[in-house]
Each structure stands twice: as structure tokens, then as C-alpha cells.
């Protein structure tokens, strides 16, 4: 089973994610942290790392850019894949100009349908 690390302040939006995986069939262990600096201390501490982490830009504590900087700067983190799953369309384009792949920024569905495409991706993603 496959660890992914959902940072997200929203509960809804975990519980329509975690759903999706389920409908899915997907071996997935969806982890959540609802607070960027909670979610470094979980990065950075021991134990055993998620296959994914999954980013909202706005969060309490430390935003998602600054979680992102921080996975590009520290050497053990820097491999570890992550996505922006944001509700923001225009932010998009700002991460784009910032260097991030266009697939590593999901866009939050407005449908289950929706979620369950975003679920199949980022499946894609952990392999």
C-alpha cells in the first residue's frame, strides 16, 4: 500500500479524495496534515516517507509555495514528487512561469466525477 500526504485545510476535500481512491479500487493510504508547518514537521521527521504529497497553496502555518521550496531544498526531500491541488485557476499560470510542470497542478473539482479523475492521476503519479 502506498502512503500519499494530502496537505489540505478543507476536510470535504480529503474525504471526496480518500472516496474517490476507494472507488477506484486504488491500494492507497491517504494521509492528512491540515497545516504547512505541522505538514514539515511530518516531512522532516522520522519515519517513512509518502510515495506523493498532494499541496493546496492556501494553508494555515507555512502556505503550499513555501512547502514546495522547502521539498526543492533540502536534499532528502527533493525527489519526493508532489502536486498543487488547488481550487485557484489563475495561480496556475504563476506556478507554470515558476518552473512547476503543468501536470503537477490539478485544478479542485467541482463534481465526484471530477474527484475521481484527480484520483487516477494522481495514482499515475505513486506508480
Known sequence: MKTLLMLEDNP????LLEE???ELGEDVRLEHV???????????????LPALVVVDLNLPGCGGREIL?????????????????SGSRWEREAMLAEGLPPSHYLVKPDTFAG?????????????
Open 12 to 15: 470535504g476535500d480529503v474525504a
Open 20 to 22: 474517490a481512491f476507494l
Open 34 to 48: 491540515a497545516d504547512g508547518t505541522e505538514a514539515l514537521s511530518r516531512l522532516s521527521g522520522p519515519g517513512p
Open 69 to 85: 521550496g522547502a521539498l526543492r531544498a533540502d536534499p532528502a526531500l527533493r525527489g519526493l514528487p508532489a502536486v498543487i491541488l
Open 115 to 127: 474527484y475521481l479523475e484527480v484520483a487516477r492521476i494522481l495514482a499515475g503519479f505513486m506508480g
